[in-house]
């Protein structure tokens, strides 16, 4: 059985057999299974052992130019912040807009489906940072959708494996992210984890104008909360 290669020397013989289960025989998928238990004899302890390994992995192997790049990029004030993600990748997009929104203005996000990826990036120019997210299986129209943003002169931070999404190579900074898991999927913790490091340092370098607006969103949302309260008569103590 022959071991795929890797562009990346940090990328682990468990991963690159992982990602290439589909094309092993049965007589191989044992075998790959068999390199890549960690002598766990339960499922709970062997997904511990995975995940947090990936993370490690993922934030040594991740150059720190490259990150500073991407906390320097989504902290512009000036600059527009798209983000799009992929069918299951999309939930990290949603996740780091959501948090975005919170700490600065001018975030929106692409959805994963539908002709709203098409006209969201009429707009798109040199004062927007593309934020798109793209894991094996690649999504081949996340890929179209960055060549297009980078065509129209937008900056693209690429969240991707080790092995490189199609869009990593119209990318001005790459974060990439193991995505090593005990099971058939891939697993998305160690990029998670990618985008809260991100988030926490981005809190950093904005500093107190990013907590006075995290204090205006609360105090919107405790607001509203109130007022629908309020339309509905209030908490009757009844169940609904």
């Known amino acids: 059985m022959a071991v795929p290669e890797a562009a990346d020397s940090g990328v682990t013989v468990a991963e690159r057999l992982h990602l290439k289960l589909a094309e092993l025989t049965p007589a191989e998928r044992k075998v790959a299974r068999a390199l890549s238990a960690t002598g766990h004899g339960n499922v709970l302890s062997r997904a511990e052992q995975v995940f947090c390994d990936g993370i490690r992995s993922s934030f040594t192997r991740l150059p720190r130019s490259e990150f500073e790049q991407a906390v320097r990029l989504l902290a512009e004030p000036r600059r527009n912040v798209t983000v799009i993600g992929g069918r299951f990748s999309s939930m990290l997009a949603e996740y780091l807009a959501a948090s975005l929104r919170m700490l600065r203005p001018h975030v929106r996000v692409i959805s994963s489906a539908g002709p709203d990826r098409?006209?969201?990036?009429?707009?798109?120019?040199?004062?927007?940072?593309?934020?798109?997210?793209?894991?094996?299986?690649?999504?081949?129209?996340?890929?179209?959708?960055?060549?297009?943003?980078?065509?129209?002169?937008?900056?693209?931070?690429?969240?991707?494996?080790?092995?490189?999404?199609?869009?990593?190579?119209?990318?001005?900074?790459?974060?990439?992210?193991?995505?090593?898991?005990?099971?058939?999927?891939?697993?998305?913790?160690?990029?998670?984890?990618?985008?809260?490091?991100?988030?926490?340092?981005?809190?950093?370098?904005?500093?107190?104008?990013?907590?006075?607006?995290?204090?205006?969103?609360?105090?919107?949302?405790?607001?509203?909360?109130?007022?629908?309260?309020?339309?509905?008569?209030?908490?009757?103590?009844?169940?609904?």
């Open 118 to 240: 098409t006209s969201s990036l009429l707009d798109i120019g040199r004062r927007d940072v593309l934020v798109a997210f793209d894991y094996r299986r690649y999504q081949h129209d996340t890929a179209r959708a960055a060549a297009t943003a980078k065509e129209r002169g937008a900056t693209l931070i690429a969240f991707t494996d080790p092995y490189l999404s199609p869009l990593a190579a119209h990318a001005d900074v790459i974060l990439t992210s193991s995505v090593q898991s005990p099971s058939p999927f891939i697993a998305l913790t160690p990029a998670l984890a990618m985008v809260e490091a991100v988030i926490s340092a981005l809190l950093d370098r904005l500093g107190d104008p990013a907590l006075e607006r995290m204090a205006r969103y609360d105090a919107l949302s405790a607001g509203m909360v109130d007022d629908a309260d309020l339309a509905g008569g209030g908490n009757t103590g009844e169940e609904t």
